[in-house]
């Protein structure tokens, strides 16, 4: 793949910075959690299909989610908690890459989220606000 890549004329650079995150302070937090989801009814896979859609347009809204709106707010509750984690673990995360402005309309800054390899799988990290607000509001090629 890598030698199919090199034949076009663009400017394509592979970066694979190593990262950390101090999850020290987390531990606790997440035991929390796991307590929380003893008293979660979760829902079936349509309901949390319709969940996503309903969260994606309130962060695209810029709404706060509230737990108290919804008919499973123990749910959106344990939701939010963990976002938090999420969130508290995005802000602690470094890498030692590099930012690079491509051109006027493409800046690489900071990382928008992490895969990290563990003993237990691939995790993914990324705020989800801000990946759906960008994702929701950049303008696509194919719009014109």
Known sequence: MYENLVDYEC???FVKPNGVIHQEDIIE???FALQMAQMVTFEDKAEVKRLKKVFNDLIRQ?????????ENPRLVSLWLFVKGIKDELLDTASNDGESATINEDF??????????HTAYGSVKLVSREEFSQKNFTMVKRWDG
């Open 11 to 13: 400017n394509v650079r």
């Open 29 to 31: 937090r997440v035991q």
């Open 62 to 70: 810029e709404i706060p989610i509230e737990s108290e709106d919804f």
């Open 107 to 116: 800046l690489i800054g900071d990382a928008e989220g992490y895969v990290f």
